[in-house]
Structure formats: structure tokens, C-alpha cells
């Protein structure tokens, strides 16, 4: 009988998540009891579980001892590892690497963060990370020997289509910006599948799975390091053709402004990121160096920093009302660890976007009125700075439909086609959220 290797896998893989599955629903379970309740042969299932407990997914606990009836052999009682790291969210920011790990129910398990230069090649940035990654280990207990799937998140420009590599006109190949040398890079050192995305659509992601409620239209920008955006339009996750859309930080908002780091002027990241907002209230004549100076300015009610964020929250809130005009959204909402230090951005672009969008006196016309009614809420995001890392997660281990149409995990180098995941509760990963 001819033999299909990808075939093979792509069944051992889906063996595996029900062994997972059925440990993480009902705790430790002999493995006579295992295959019963998934249905697989003695023989089957200790070839499967003697993987699981090579790679550390898996733990002998105790033995059936004392629950044993009659005599013989107390057979062994197997459980997730704890301390196992299944699967890991990566968020690359211009300035800083997010990581998170969760195990085999979802739960989080390690977070952290590190900074680089904002001008430091990806091999150097590659380095941050995986220090990082064996610090949370070293921190946490936490060990990547079953590590199934990692997820991340880059800045620019990315399609997600498989053999699509793009280069973002503001970087050059000089520069090390390569998705496939960070994909093939965690791919290596961690033997597991990788998917890449843009961070701030994943961010976006994120945001509409892990939020208060399902969002099934949505506009999405994160005020960090960088300004990003991301597009969920009918219950779908849109990256566009090339990997463009939701990249509002480069709408042009002031056409003779300040050059942006992708080649024109003016472009909304040159007034609303963190760096952008931190030199205008130094321009201003307040000395501010950090978010920290600049929240102790807002605590002290300074002028200058009111001024200087509603004069960027203004800017947010024109390049919103535009593309809401457009894509008629019914949720808003804006992210960035800055918005929960200055709520006036939230505010102050809410109240742009209202007058941008609708009229700002009452209209005869019936039609505006009900489109008045309808305009989108405003708010801040639910989730903290590590949403891109989460949403890389998501888009790991997560079966939703914002993620129809996009490409499958592709399996590591030598590996064989990797099994889609199943739906599962993401309560972990929500409850995770503020760590």
C-alpha cells in the first residue's frame, strides 16, 4: 500500500489535540481510560502518548491505585504538563518585543517584554527576542519542548499569502527586514509551525475576539512606537491585496508636515505616535522624555500636554472619520498604552470623528439623521499593550471566522502538513489580558 507521509501527519497531529483535548477536559486519566473516551487502539494511543510525554506535553502524575478495583499492575495516570509551553504569541513593535505563552488549555502562562533601537537590524532583533523567550522560561518554569505553533506579529506591511515575501518601500533589504528570516528563524529553533502577519492587524484580532463582545465590523489603530491599523468588515479580518490595508499611519494628514519614516510627509504617524507626541510637547517647551513624564504631566493638569495630545487626537480622529465614512463601522476603537495614560485621545478623536462624520447641526434631511444615529462608538481597547501578541495567539490556535480566507499555518522545515486547530474556549488567553 503506497504511503501518504503528509497524510500521516496530518492524522497524528489531529490524534494529539484529542489526546490534549480530553486531558485538559477531564484531568488525569489512565491510558485505558483515554482511549476509550477518544476511541483509539492501545496500540495507537501509546505510540501517541510516548511522543507527548517525550516532548513534555504530557506528565505521569500518580498512579490508579487507589481507585483500582481487583488486582494487578496500577496502571499509570497521565496529565497536561503545567509547565508546558504549547504555544507561543510574538509581537515585534519598532521599538520593543512582546512575548506570551500559554499551555495546552489556552492559559497564559509567560509574558514579557524587551526594547531596541528603533533602527536595529532583524538578526539583532531576533536575538532580543529569543533572550527574552529564555528569560520567561528561567522566570516562569516554563519549558518549550511541546510547543505547537507560534504566532507573529511584524510591523509594515505583510499580504499572508504563502510565497509572498514583501518589502515595504520605507526598509530595503539592507536593513534585514525579511519575514521569511524571522519565520524560518523561530521556525528552526523551535522545530513548531510559524504564521506571520502585520502586528497591529493581529492587535485588531485580538481586539475583536478577546473584547466584551463579538465585533463583526470593526476599525482598529494602535498610538505606539508607530501608528498601525487594522479592518474587520463583515465578521472577516481584511489584509487587502498587498498586505495594506488598516495602515493608517501613513495617511498623509498634513501634506508639508514632518518626514515619516515610509518616505512622504506629514503622514499621521509623524503627529499621533508616542515619539511624535513626546518631541511636540518638547517643542512646546515641556520636557518630557518618557510615558511616565508625560503621565505625571497629565496628572498635574499641564497645558502643554493637553494641548499637544488633543492637537494629535484631532489628527486620529479626521483619518477615523474618513475611513468610517467609507467602511460604516459600528465599533471604533483605539489602543496604544498611551491612550490609558491620556483619555483625552480617546475623547478628543470621538468628538473629531462625530463632527467629521455627520452634521454637527440637525439636518431636514431624514436620512443623515438615521445615519447620525448610527455612528460608530469610539472607546478605548479593551486589551493592554500586549494585543499584538495575543492576537498572534489567536491567529495559532484560534478556529474563528474573522480568520476565513487566510493562509494555513505553514508546517516547520521537514515536517508534514500541519493539522488546523479545533475550536477551543479561549478563556485563558482573555483572562490574560491584563498581565
Known sequence: MQSYPGVQALVRRTHEERVLQVLREQGALSRNQIARAIGLSRTTLSEITGSLLQRGAIVVTDTDAAHREGSGRPAERLAL????????GVDFGHRRVHVVVADASHEIVASGSDRYADHVDWPTRLDVAFRLVERLSDQYGVHYGALQGVGIGIPGPYSGKPGVRDYPSHR??????????VDEAFGERFGAPVIVDNNTRLAALAEAIFGEKAIENLLYVRLSDGVGGGLV??????SGSAGLAGELGHVTVTADGSPCRCGKNGCLETIASVPAILAACRAAGLPVESLDDLAAAIARSHPLADRVL??????????????????NPSEIV???EITRLA???????SATVAYESFP?????DVRATRLAAHAADVRAAHLADDDGALGAL???FHSSPLLAGYPETPAPTGAGPRAAMPPRQTRGVADGRHQ
Not at 81 to 88: K, L, R, V
Not at 343 to 349: D, L, R
Open 81 to 88: 504538563d503545567p509547565a508546558s509551553g504549547q504555544f507561543m
Open 172 to 181: 530595503s533589504a539592507a536593513d534585514g527586514f525579511h519575514e521569511a528570516s
Open 233 to 238: 468588515v463583515g465578521g472577516r479580518l481584511v
Open 310 to 327: 488633543r492637537d494629535a487626537a484631532a489628527a486620529v480622529g479626521r483619518v477615523l472619520a474618513a475611513v468610517a465614512m467609507a467602511l
Open 334 to 336: 483605539i489602543g496604544g
Open 343 to 349: 483619555p483625552v485621545i480617546v475623547q478628543q478623536a
Open 360 to 364: 454637527s447641526t440637525p439636518s431636514p
Open 394 to 396: 489567536a491567529a495559532v
